[in-house]
């Protein structure tokens, strides 16, 4: 049987470059950069002031004057103010320019303003003081943030502060999720007594959504011929096709028998693993790939995990680091499968990521899922694992 690392390994030689696309820059938060970010203008663009308060030339105090006539008040947005005399100051507001013959700005809380005129109540003021230099963080021209980074929201705030209202992303893949079963039904409908409502498609499709990608999503009946047709469909139109159920030794389990009919070439079909041992993969002649999820819903779950969001992230050429946890009580695991433990996960005041098995009634029961945070990887080919021992987390 296909072993956890086997499995793994065949799906990342399955990455491929989907290209790049313009999106508006206010929907990239999630997406990979596929251009460099420049700097249109210095930053900042000019001499900002950065704390309210009066803009005076030092050389005056340096004289030792201290108390000031207020020639003007200067807003941010407001044109840089002249003055007629070095020796007056002018009130000034955070963001706003500083004008050419003031370099220093003192803040209100240090001066005394009374009238017409602002007396300075401390002993020391530098020059240059409470000023943002124009350029001081990137000059014009600088990268400010490199392709290959993921768009996080103080990315969003570079791009729009450079003006650019559309940016160069790469392309995520078409993802179709089938969720398949005569037993299921739609969420608003009421179930049968024997029926249950769908789940796994919408707990596929919010993992998605997290990473950015809206997949499409239909339903198949356990039926050979509609099987076919829904897959073919797909295959034209789509990059990746996630499937979920139909996939075991069912009378009604259609699914890897006609994912080959309409021409996908098994890759492998049950991995050494708990849950999701019957997991299907494979591919078409174009390249699309098909991920066919044990139906049970932490099968499916764990799957997502472990193989499809991997490969998204290597597709989008993003690679994490592992995380491990160490193991808080004894586990003992028979079965000769690689088992993916439910935990949930603290921090201990020592910083170790501690991983506390909360392992549920099997891979149907997915209300555990909602009370523990991560899978911990336990290898294959033992049955004891010991408290402080450390192993492989996925997190979801
Ligand atoms: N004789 C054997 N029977 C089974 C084996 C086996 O090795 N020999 N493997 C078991 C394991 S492990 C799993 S996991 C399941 C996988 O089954 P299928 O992929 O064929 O999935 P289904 O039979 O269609 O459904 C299983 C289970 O999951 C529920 N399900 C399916 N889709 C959804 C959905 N979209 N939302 C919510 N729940 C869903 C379905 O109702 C079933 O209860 O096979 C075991 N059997
Ligand atoms: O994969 Mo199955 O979920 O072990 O029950
Ligand atoms: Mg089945």
Known sequence: MTTVEQAEHIIQNQVRDYGTELVPFDRSTGRVLAEDILADRDMPPFNRVTMDGIAINYSTYANGIRTFYIAATQAAGDKPVAVSDLNHCIEIMTGAVL??????????????????????????????????????????????????????????????????????????????????????????QTPAPYQIRKSNNHTIKAVLQQHGLNAGMLHIADNAEQTRDAISKCLANYDAILLSGGISMGKFDYIPQALEQVGVRKIFHRVQQRPGKPFWFGADAKGVLIFAFPGNPVATFMCLHRYFLPWLRAVMDLYERPVYAMLAEDFYFEPDLQYFLQVKTTVAPDARLIATPLAGNGSGDFANLADTDAFLELPAGRDEFEAGEVFRLWRF
Do not use: C, M
Request: no cysteine.
């Open 99 to 188: 004008p050419n013959w003031a370099d220093t700005v003192i803040r209100y809380e240090d001066v005394l303003i009374s009238g017409n005129e602002a007396e300075v109540l401390v002993d020391t003021v530098n020059q240059g003081q409470n000023i943002h230099f124009k350029g001081r963080d990137k000059q014009q021209g600088d990268v400010v943030v490199a392709k290959g980074r993921l768009i996080n929201p103080s990315i969003i705030s570079i791009i729009a502060s450079i003006g650019k209202t559309q940016v160069l992303v790469k392309k995520l893949p078409r993802v179709a999720i089938i969720s398949s079963g005569d037993e299921l039904v739609d969420v608003h």
